[in-house]
């Protein structure tokens, strides 16, 4: 089984930028994609981006298109989650977590290994 560990989250002014973090070990190959997921106090966790292991296809949620990029290295099993002009309202928790459906989606009800999670504070 794949094991996730995020990193990378802090404390950031506004219009700041923050590179997330997810290292995979265990069954490295055994997962399609990867998403970054974030939980807002009180609020219920949404998906932010996701990208297939093979081909580095990827998907946004609306709300970070333009802001975010997400990406992977293979031989590092790490993929990364670039974030810029952030706002109050990225304060979350960032999770990451796999999928072994072929189906890129942004649907929690796909994935089925997850990380800790890490810190992201947007504040000034």
């Known amino acids: 089984q794949v094991q996730f560990v995020e990193s990378g989250g802090g404390l950031v002014q506004p219009g700041g930028s923050l590179r997330l973090s997810c290292i995979a070990s265990?069954?490295?190959?055994?997962?399609?994609?990867i998403g970054w997921f974030r939980q807002a106090p009180g609020k219920e966790r949404e998906g932010v981006s996701c990208?297939?292991?093979?081909?580095?296809?990827?998907y946004y949620a609306d709300s970070v298109k333009g802001r975010f990029t997400i990406s992977r290295d293979n031989a590092k099993n790490t993929v990364y989650l670039q974030m810029s002009s952030l706002k109050p309202e990225d304060t979350a928790v960032y999770y990451c977590?796999?999928?072994?459906?072929?189906?890129?989606?942004?649907?929690?009800?796909?994935?089925?290994?997850w990380g800790q999670g890490t810190q992201v504070t947007v504040s000034s």
């Open positions: 990208i297939s292991r093979r081909d580095g296809r990827t």
């Open positions: 977590a796999s999928t072994g459906s072929r189906i890129l989606s942004l649907g929690e009800k796909w994935y089925d290994t």
């Open positions: 265990g069954f490295t190959t055994d997962y399609y994609a």
